[in-house]
DNA sequence: ATTGTGCGGTAAACCGCTTAACTGAGGCGT
DNA sequence: ACGCCTCAGTTAAGCGGTTTACCGCACAAT
């Protein structure tokens, strides 16, 4: 392994010097930075991570910390993921993913080993262990989402008021009066306290107030399956409904397979809007979903950022809410027209399979 | 911070002492292990592992190179990425997901910081450039997947001879002789040497005129809107099929969609089974997709296991090739009775839509 | 001529841990 | 009683950088 001894020695300065310029923390003579630089280019000198960091105590390692376990890693944790990554790598930090639990022990026992110098904290709760773990550490961290005592905590998260309003506001410009809400289920544990969801359908609870409407809203887990069986609940519960939100990308694609399996046509009989949805998985479904992008790249850079500013002592960037921007698809249009009475008897309706 | 000259200290012993206790690299007598696990535990130590990383220059890293780039991180490298990380836990390395790209110079980057331990490398193509930059760097590595050249290598993969054959028997015993595979697109630069399309092709051929069935291949990237795109060439193309293989299981939901999209049944008319694909993909489709299982969960473990093996000097893991399994879904069953005659025309091909 | 003083550069003390070499106190065979 | 081995512990030399204190020098101000 080539040091920074080696690299002094050839360009006949002192390793310090080396230091200084590899750093840029001293002025150096164009002169030596020359000879310093090309005895690195002879020697092929790759600076030492491990070494730099123990003497510095800055390994320019941040850390995601995503709940790997609890949280399945889809599509759009892969973009938060990445962007965030590219964001680091910008500024001279490396970004890796650090599978953890959701409790906080496998986060301290990662914190007192001294490897990273922030933490990104993915899929916050409302009211996180995680948080208290990382402030007893004294690690620097800015989380992506939000608790509900965020005093000071960088953070940037969705901003689910908007998104709602926006969905819902779109909806209503197609006409449509009977809007439900498939929500997350909040009666499951682990996601008791999961910020995305409470906060969707509180904003939801208070858009759909705020129209005069009335609230319906069906619990509903994050996969397709469960959004399939939504879909049913939809059709025995509010068979009036004609537009459906749907708060998680896997559960819509159930949702719109659920309706076309039981005969109904979207967006003829009902519309779709996916509220939290990467195009990939919009594509998944047939026709493609109309969906509010979650703005995981923007939120991936930011959170990065904010967690950089407190790295480097720069003043801290305020935290920042970003909407998810409507994307048509082909799962929205005006309302079917009003049924003359009774049941949820339509056309196409006799096709049904289940 | 707490080091381990504060434990020895308040111990009574030298810090040498502690170092083998604590690695376990030298007998310590009860008493004096007690007295330290006293102090430690009084103490709230933790050992630094940057530290140790210098003075025994193994870091306890191992990354998992993902070309985040060229290929999009879902729910099946998940799979991969947790298994792997829950196995190298279990040995006491820290398994980190590092964005890298395909061309092997971030990588180069990466492991002349001497971070890592050694790498587990995902997405490998035949002729993989990333291969020579680990060799040259002289850091142990283990692929997930294989090279055309593979002396020497340790590596794990998926049994694609196994799969193809195990899913082209199933499609048979349905009665199917009239058979499809929609491959991977390998004119597509970025995965014309990509190991699992190349291979899944090789094998599909040489299964198939086994049979001696006629060899029909349809390339389609990984995409469900090349997957719907692949329908309708089936359908033009090849209207005698009755049984689809699709090689990218989110080629596989655009072919059920776009199938079902011009009015024919799944799988009364087709028969679609989904080559390498995880159970949450294969739920997105309606019906639920037949599937072969990909062994993500054992080969991220293997291949971890492998990696370790070279790391703690122990005798090399051998080469494990792993099939995926069979699971049943909803998109297989006989075939359609054999028409008449002429076109495509079947009952319910009215509904076509577009 | 004297005194700052700004600047490029050096020497050396760490950073917290590992590990090879060494020490000193029993235990044992003869 | 002597040497010899074993064994728990200690000493100290790194690992490859960073960083503080210091040094000599040229140039400007006094």
Redo the contacts with the bound molecule.
């Keep these: 392994?080539?040091?920074?001894?080696d690299v002094a020695q050839r360009a006949?300065?002192?390793?310090?010097?080396?230091?200084?310029l590899?750093?840029d923390?001293?002025?150096?003579?164009a002169?030596?930075?020359a000879r310093i630089e090309q005895a690195m280019l002879d020697l092929g000198?790759?600076?030492?991570m491990?070494?730099?960091a123990?003497?510095?105590?800055?390994t320019h390692i941040i850390a995601m910390a995503y709940p790997a376990l609890e949280h399945r890693f889809g599509m759009s944790t892969s973009e938060f993921f990445t962007s965030a990554a590219e964001a680091a790598r910008k500024d001279d930090y490396h970004l890796v993913l650090w599978p953890v639990g959701n409790d906080g022990v496998e986060l301290r026992e990662l914190l007192g080993q001294g490897l990273v110098d922030g933490v990104v904290l993915m899929e916050v709760q409302l009211d996180d262990p995680r948080i208290d773990v990382l402030q007893q550490a004294g690690t620097p961290f800015a989380l992506i989402g939000r608790t509900t005592e965020l005093e000071g905590l960088s953070h940037v998260d969705i901003d689910f008021d908007t998104t709602v309003e926006d969905a819902v506001r779109h909806l209503r410009e197609h006409g449509h009066h009977e809007l439900v809400l498939i929500s997350g289920d909040l009666d499951d544990p682990r996601f008791h306290d999961y910020g995305p969801w409470v906060r969707t359908e509180e904003a939801y609870r208070r858009v759909v107030a705020s129209y005069d409407l009335p609230i319906r809203i069906i619990p509903c887990s994050d996969t397709t399956q469960a959004g399939k069986a939504a879909a049913a609940r939809v059709l025995t519960e509010y068979p009036e409904a004609t537009a459906i939100l749907v708060l998680n990308e896997y559960a819509a694609l159930g949702v719109v397979a659920g309706l076309k399996h039981t005969g109904h046509d979207i967006p003829r009989d009902f519309s779709v809007l996916s509220l939290l949805t990467v195009p990939e998985t919009a594509a998944m479904a047939d026709p493609e979903l109309t969906m509010m992008r979650t703005p995981g790249p923007e939120l991936g850079q930011l959170g990065t950022q904010a967690l950089l500013r407190q790295l480097e002592g720069d003043d801290p960037l305020p935290p920042q809410l970003v909407p998810a921007k409507l994307c048509p698809g082909a799962t929205v249009a005006g309302p079917r027209a009003p049924r003359s009475k009774g049941g949820a008897g339509r056309r196409g309706a006799r096709k049904a399979r289940s």
């Design positions: 392994m080539v040091t920074m001894k006949g300065v002192s390793i310090a010097t080396v230091s200084f590899l750093n923390t001293k002025p150096v003579t002169a030596t930075r000198y790759r600076r030492n491990v070494a730099r123990l003497a510095s105590r800055r």
